[in-house]
C-alpha cells in the first residue's frame, strides 16, 4: 500500500520530535499556584530529586535536603517535584499547624497512600494500610486491648525485660573482652528490640541476644572497633518496588513464606487453645501473656455476640496481618526505631555526664530496695515506678532525634493550611491549571518550631481550631536546638519540693498525632524505660573522644546510627 503523498521522511521525524516535545513537556514539573518552590528543579523531568539524592550521599539523609531549602528560604510550606508526571508534594514545617491539622482537621487531611505503600506489600489488610475508614476501624477494634496499661505492665513489661536482661549480658561479654576499649554495639539494640516485640507478640522467645551472648562468651578477644560504615541504604521506593522485590527476590519470597506459616500456626495453637477452654478465652487482658492471645480472646468474643463463626476467613486474614505488622515494626521499623532512640539517649549520657549522674540517681533512690540486695529491679518495678528524670530524658530524646522524618498525610478536600489553598483535581482543573491533585502532605518532624525556633507565621494565616487550641506547647519556643530534658519537668503542686513529667509541656511529634498516631507508642515507651533502666542499672558509660559521639545517620524507612561505640563500666 502506498502512504499518502504529504507522510514524507520530513513530515514522519517533526511529527515524532513534536510527539517527544510534548510527551517531555507533560512530564515536567507542574508548580501548585501560589506555593513557593526550588525554581531550578522546575524544568528537571525528575525535579529535585537528583538534588535530594547527592544531599543523601553527601549528609546520609534525604529528607535533610527538603528541611534545608525550607529554612534556605525562610518558608513553612514549599512544594516539591520528585518524579515525572507526579503531583507535587507539599512539606510543612510548623509543629502547630500540623498538629492541628492531624489533630483536628480529619475531615480534610487523612493518612496518605505514601506511608501505607511503604507497608502494602508486606502485610496489605493491616490497620497501617488503611485511610481511616471502617477496616482500619475493625482492624483497630482487633488489636486495641494490647496496649491497655493492665496488658503492658504485667506482660508486655516481662517480655521487654528478658530481652534487655539479655542484652546486658552481651556487653558484659564485650566489655570483658574489649579491656577498656570501646566496644561497637551496632546491631545490638535491634536484637534486643526485635526480641523484645516478638516475645510480646507471640510469649515466645526467639533469643537472638542470648544467642550472641553464648557466641561472643567464646570469643578470646575483640578486635578494635571498626571505622564508620558508610554504606546507606535508599529510603523506601513504595508498592511496585516492594511488591516486585517480595515477588522475584528468592531470600524475600521465602521469608515471608516462613513468616506467614509461622503466623498462622501460631494463630491455629492459640485458637485450639481458646477453643478447648472457653472459659480461658473470657479472661481479661490483665491475665493474657502475649498479643496473639488478646487479639484472638477479642475476635471469639465479637463472633459470639454476632452469632457468627468464630475466625472466618475476613477475621484470620486480619489478625494473620495485624500480628505480622507488629513483627515488621518489631524487626523493621520498630527495632530501628527504638534502635536509634536507644542509642541517641546513650549518645547523650556518653557525652552529657551529668544526665547520667541524674539518672542512676532517680533510680538507686526509687528502686532503693533492689539496690540495697543488689538485685535488679523486677519488670513491673520499672514499669510502674514514677520516674520523672528517666521520662523526661526519654521524651528529650524523642524530640531531639524523631526516628521518622515526617508524619504524612493527604488532602481529601479543597483547603487551606498556613494561608496556602490545597485543591482537588477538579479545582484545579476548572481554574485552568492542569491536572493535577495535590494530595501528599510531608509534616516535618523536626526542625523550625520544634528542634529550633519556628518560621514566622501571622495568626491570619493559621485555622481556626488551630488558634483555638493554644495549648502552652506552641508558645514555648526559647532554646528548641539545646538538649535539655529539663524542659519536661515542671515542681509538683502537690510537694514542691519535687518535680513531675509534664508530656505537653513542649513542641513534640515523633510518633504522630489525631487518630492516626502511633498505635505501639505505650509499648515503645515501656521498652525505652526498661532499656535505659536496665543498661544504666549494669554500666557506667564512660566519656569517649567527641569524634566518636556524632548523631550521624543512615537513612532508611527509618533512621539508623552510623557510628555505635561505647566505652562501658561494669557496675552491677
Ligand atoms: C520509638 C518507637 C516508635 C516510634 C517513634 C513510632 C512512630 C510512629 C509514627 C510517626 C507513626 C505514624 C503516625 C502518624 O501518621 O500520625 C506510627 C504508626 C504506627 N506505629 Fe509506631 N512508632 C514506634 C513504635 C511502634 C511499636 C512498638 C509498634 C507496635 C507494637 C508500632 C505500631 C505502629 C502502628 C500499628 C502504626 C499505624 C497506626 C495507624 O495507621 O493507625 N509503633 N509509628
Redesign the pocket.
Known amino acids: 500500500m502506498e502512504l499518502p503523498s504529504f507522510l514524507t521522511p520530513a513530515w514522519l521525524v517533526l511529527a515524532l520530535l513534536t510527539g517527544c516535545l510534548v510527551f517531555y513537556l507533560t512530564a515536567l514539573p507542574r508548580p501548585l499556584p501560589g506555593i513557593p518552590y526550588v525554581p531550578e528543579s522546575r524544568w528537571k523531568l525528575f525535579g529535585d530529586l537528583p538534588a535530594a539524592m547527592a544531599y543523601q550521599k553527601k549528609t546520609g539523609t534525604l529528607i535533610g535536603y527538603f528541611a534545608n531549602q525550607l529554612v534556605k528560604r525562610n518558608e513553612p510550606v514549599m512544594q516539591f517535584f520528585l518524579l515525572p508526571f507526579v503531583r507535587p508534594s507539599l512539606y510543612i514545617c510548623d509543629g502547630r499547624e500540623a498538629s492541628d491539622a ?1 489533630t483536628h482537621r480529619i475531615k480534610e487531611f487523612d ?1 496518605s497512600k505514601l ?2 505503600d511503604i507497608f502494602r506489600a508486606y502485610v496489605p489488610h ?5 485511610p ?1 475508614n471502617n477496616d ?1 476501624k475493625y482492624n ?1 477494634s482487633l ?1 486495641g486491648q ?2 491497655l496499661p493492665r496488658f503492658l505492665d504485667a506482660s508486655g513489661a516481662k517480655q521487654a525485660y528478658g530481652a534487655f536482661q539479655q542484652l546486658v549480658s552481651v556487653w558484659r561479654e564485650k566489655t570483658r573482652i574489649a579491656n577498656g576499649r570501646a566496644i561497637d554495639v551496632a546491631g545490638d539494640t535491634h536484637m534486643a ?1 526485635t526480641d523484645a ?1 516478638w516475645a ?2 507471640f510469649r515466645s522467645s526467639i533469643d537472638t541476644c542470648k544467642t550472641a551472648a553464648e557466641h561472643v562468651s567464646k570469643a578470646p578477644s575483640l578486635e578494635s572497633p571498626t571505622g564508620a560504615d558508610a554504606s546507606y541504604i535508599a529510603i523506601a521506593m513504595g508498592y511496585w518496588t516492594h511488591w516486585l522485590a517480595m515477588s522475584l527476590l528468592p531470600s524475600l519470597r521465602n521469608a515471608k513464606r516462613i513468616r506467614d506459616k509461622l503466623v498462622r500456626e501460631r494463630l491455629i495453637q492459640t485458637y485450639a487453645k481458646f477453643a478447648s477452654n472457653m472459659q480461658d478465652s473470657k479472661t481479661t487482658a490483665q491475665g493474657m501473656t502475649s ?1 496473639i492471645d488478646i487479639t484472638v480472646q477479642r475476635e471469639i468474643t465479637v463472633a459470639a455476640k454476632e452469632g457468627r463463626p468464630t475466625l472466618g476467613p475476613k477475621a484470620t486474614e486480619r489478625i494473620h496481618n ?1 500480628l505480622s ?2 513483627l515488621a ?2 524487626s523493621a ?2 527495632a530501628d ?2 534502635s ?2 536507644h542509642v541517641a539517649g546513650l549518645k547523650r549520657v556518653t557525652a552529657h555526664q551529668d544526665f547520667q549522674s541524674v539518672l542512676q540517681a532517680e533510680m538507686i533512690d526509687k528502686f532503693s530496695l533492689f539496690h540495697k540486695n543488689r538485685v535488679p529491679p523486677t519488670a513491673e518495678a520499672i514499669a510502674t515506678a514514677g520516674l520523672p528524670q528517666l521520662d523526661a530524658f526519654m521524651e528529650e530524646v ?1 524530640r531531639c532525634h ?3 522524618n515526617a ?3 493527604r488532602t481529601l478536600r479543597d483547603t487551606l493550611i498556613l494561608g496556602y489553598h490545597m485543591l482537588l483535581r477538579s479545582s484545579l482543573a476548572q481554574s485552568n491549571v492542569g491536572l493535577l491533585q495535590l494530595t501528599n502532605i510531608l509534616l516535618q ?1 523536626a526542625g523550625p518550631s520544634l528542634t529550633s525556633a519556628p518560621f514566622p507565621v501571622s495568626d491570619q494565616n493559621r485555622s481556626g481550631t488551630s488558634l483555638k487550641a493554644t495549648t502552652s506547647r506552641w508558645d514555648r519556643y526559647s532554646d528548641l536546638e539545646t538538649f535539655r530534658p529539663d524542659r519536661w519537668l515542671i515542681q509538683d503542686s502537690s510537694d514542691p519540693s519535687k518535680v513531675r513529667f509534664d508530656p505537653s509541656a513542649y513542641p513534640m ?13 505505650k ?3 515501656l ?2 524505660r526498661i532499656a535505659f533502666t536496665f543498661i544504666l542499672w549494669n554500666f557506667e558509660l564512660l566519656p569517649l573522644p567527641a569524634e566518636l559521639v556524632d548523631f550521624d545517620v543512615d537513612e532508611k524507612l ?1 533512621r539508623d546510627s552510623r557510628n555505635v561505640r561505647f566505652k562501658l563500666r561494669r557496675i552491677s
Open positions: 492531624m493518612r506511608f501505607s493491616s490497620s497501617i494500610t488503611f481511616t482500619w483497630r488489636i494490647t496496649m528490640s516485640i510480646m507478640t498479643a495485624e505488622l507488629f515494626a518489631g521499623t520498630t526505631t527504638l536509634w532512640v524523642l524523631p526516628l521518622g508524619n504524612l498525610r518532624t511529634q515523633s510518633f504522630g498525632e489525631g487518630p492516626r498516631a502511633c498505635f505501639g507508642k509499648f515503645a515507651y521498652e525505652m527509618t
